[in-house]
């Protein structure tokens, strides 16, 4: 099945970009790659997604790699409200399950 | 819209009650999920269902039951509560089938505790 490996954790100052990287080498070429986040115990929140362009919101960017082996989400100006775990995810091969990992716990400090 | 909505937000359950967890969409989704998550850990899909009439088995299915007679409601029913079921559950709805370009909306969770 595909999946994907996250750094555990990763801390950031407020008012820099967080980068926080996501490999998922055995992604198919139809699979979008997605970025959630869950803040305490709360409902996971949909950030962004791609293909194998890069894409942009309101709320960060998505960078995927020409291979689309692995891709990185930016959040440009990170706050403290951005402290979160934050889950990259792919489809499960020939099924419709999102698979999620245990994510990357991002500590954003003053 | 309210988007997705669970209901209780807390349960305690002694070990053999029976329950079912209720979620409701207002977004018109064919496609909706289970998960489950334990401490500290990242979310396991239970049961997911690509429309009314037709459900399927997740990663971690045993235990639970469900059916989705409706587009709007996919309740999670569990017959025999046991305290490895103590966890907090979150359904969520996408329009198109996961990973498609179709993301998910997830419920505020419901937390569950059996002792």
């Known amino acids: 099945d595909a999946k994907t490996t996250q750094p555990p954790s990763m801390d950031c100052a407020e008012g820099r970009a967080a980068n926080l990287p996501c490999n998922h080498s055995?992604?198919?070429?139809?699979?979008?790659v997605y970025w959630y986040r869950q803040i305490h115990s709360q409902g996971p929140q949909y950030i962004i997604h791609g293909l194998k362009n890069n894409e942009t919101n309101e709320m960060a960017s998505l960078i995927i790699t020409e291979d689309r082996k692995s891709s990185t989400l930016i959040l440009p100006h990170a706050t403290l409200r951005d402290t979160a775990v934050y889950y990259c995810?792919?489809?499960?091969?020939?099924?419709?399950?999102?698979?999620f990992g245990t994510g990357t716990r991002l500590q954003v400090f003053p | 819209n309210a988007g997705v909505t669970q209901t209780p937000k807390f349960r305690i359950l002694k070990i053999g009650q029976s329950m079912t967890l209720q979620c409701t969409q207002d977004?018109?989704?064919?496609?909706m999920y289970w998960y489950r998550q334990d401490p500290g850990m990242g979310l396991k899909l239970i049961y997911y269902s690509v429309g009314a009439g037709i459900t399927d088995k997740g990663e971690v299915p045993n235990g639970y039951n469900v059916s989705r007679s409706t587009t709007e409601d996919f309740p999670l029913r569990l017959e025999l509560a046991a305290p490895s079921q103590t966890s907090v559950y979150f359904c969520?709805?996408?329009?198109?089938?996961?990973?498609?370009?179709?993301?998910?909306?997830f419920g505020n969770g419901t937390r569950l505790t059996v002792t």
């Open positions: 995810i792919v489809r499960a091969h020939n099924t419709d399950k999102l698979i």
């Open positions: 977004m018109n989704h064919n496609y």
């Open positions: 055995t992604i198919s070429g139809n699979e979008y």
């Open positions: 969520a709805s996408s329009s198109g089938r996961a990973g498609y370009n179709s993301p998910l909306h």
